[in-house]
């Protein structure tokens, strides 16, 4: 996999990211999907969700792992994203062991 030559918004790489949360346990839920919707504009949804649907979670931690490094997060912004993930994994009730494990891995991608 390239790199982007145009790396994401901080606002895509959130979606991205909180894509990735949702879909974990291998089933987003439609209540995981109507809260990112209702964290992101419409138009940086589809354009992400589409583009998330086309990679491996392999594929998607290295995308979120290079585009983390390339924008410079104050800890109050990491704060608000880890906020919004935890919000993402909690939100059917069930913060599984897949959940459990991709938070890990997103915690070391992020700090």
Known sequence: MKS?????TKQELKTYILLLCASADSKRSKDETRLIK????????????????????EESLKKVDEAIQLHEYSNLEL?????????????????????RNLDRILDNILY
């Open 38 to 57: 209702s964290k992101i504009d419409s138009e940086t949804f589809k354009k992400i969700k589409k583009e998330f649907s086309k990679d491996t979670e």
């Open 79 to 99: 704060n608000q994203l880890r906020e919004d993930m935890h919000e993402i994994f909690n939100s059917d009730k069930d913060f599984g062991l897949a959940e």
């Open 4 to 8: 982007k030559k145009n790396p994401w």
